[in-house]
T-cell receptor, first 113, second 111 residues
Framework: DAGITQSPRHKVTETGTPVTLRCHQTENHRYMYWYRQDPGHGLRLIHYSYGVKDTDKGEVSDGYSVSRSKTEDFLLTLESATSSQTSVYFC????????????FGPGTRLTVL | TQLLEQSPQFLSIQEGENLTVYCNSSSVFSSLQWYRQEPGEGPVLLVTVVTGGEVKKLKRLTFQFGDARKDSSLHITAAQPGDTGLYLCAGARGSNYKLTFGKGTLLTVNP
């Protein structure tokens, strides 16, 4: 258990509405990640952070933005949700050298109607 | 381009059978992780392998990292229904602190 929580755990929203998902960690890890998991695609990286206010894009970043104003919280925002963003979203932290192992949160299931 | 190919995609076996899941790539990885995921939960780390040729055992699970650090395998001996789940491999490459994931192997062990 890497002390990662995600909120909310489930959310149903309508197309066009903004949505923010929160990832919270208690162990002061520098690197945090947001993934989405879809059938047939596996886990795909959306955005990641390598420190407070330091973020970068992953392979599927279009339509998403992130913010990290303090070490323990990493927020993922869908500015205007679309049905294609219906997915399960996972947050992860990187344990560090030399293994680059990542530990995952419990996930948020998001449905966009 | 899928950098990590996992096979098989689906596997349904009877309790007590042995099985092997493969994770292959043309790229070299500095480390490789195996995760197990149950429905409604996040992936849980099983093992990390770092050295080419490394073999790690976790009870009935044996993990091997290829000599060239391009491939890995997971072998389960005498599978049990509790082994049912999605098995994911993920590779890290040097100073790029991002993981490349395979698409997973969905294992069902029938009683």
């Amino acid at each position: 258990d890497a002390g990662i929580t995600q909120s909310p755990r489930h959310k149903v929203t309508e197309t066009g509405t903004p949505v923010t998902l929160r990832c919270h960690q208690t162990e002061n890890h520098r690197y945090m990640y947001w993934y989405r998991q879809d059938p047939g695609h596996g886990l795909r990286l959306i955005h990641y952070s390598y420190g407070v206010k330091d973020t970068d894009k992953g392979e599927v970043s279009d339509g998403y933005s992130v913010s990290r104003s303090k070490t323990e919280d990493f927020l993922l925002t869908l500015e205007s949700a679309t049905s294609s963003q219906t997915s399960v979203y996972f947050c992860a932290i990187r344990q560090g050298a030399p293994t680059d192992t990542q530990y995952f949160g419990p996930g948020t299931r998001l449905t966009v109607l | 381009t899928q950098l990590l190919e996992q096979s098989p995609q689906f596997l349904s076996i009877q309790e007590g059978e042995n099985l092997t899941v493969y994770c292959n790539s043309s790229s070299v990885f500095s480390s490789l992780q195996w995760y197990r995921q149950e429905p409604g939960e996040g992936p849980v780390l099983l093992v990390t392998v770092v050295t080419g040729g490394e073999v790690k055992k976790l009870k009935r699970l044996t993990f091997q990292f290829g000599d060239a650090r391009k491939d890995s395998s997971l072998h389960i001996t005498a599978a049990q229904p509790g082994d049912t789940g999605l098995y994911l491999c993920a590779g890290a490459r040097g100073s790029n602190y991002k993981l490349t994931f395979g698409k997973g192997t969905l294992l069902t062990v029938n009683p």
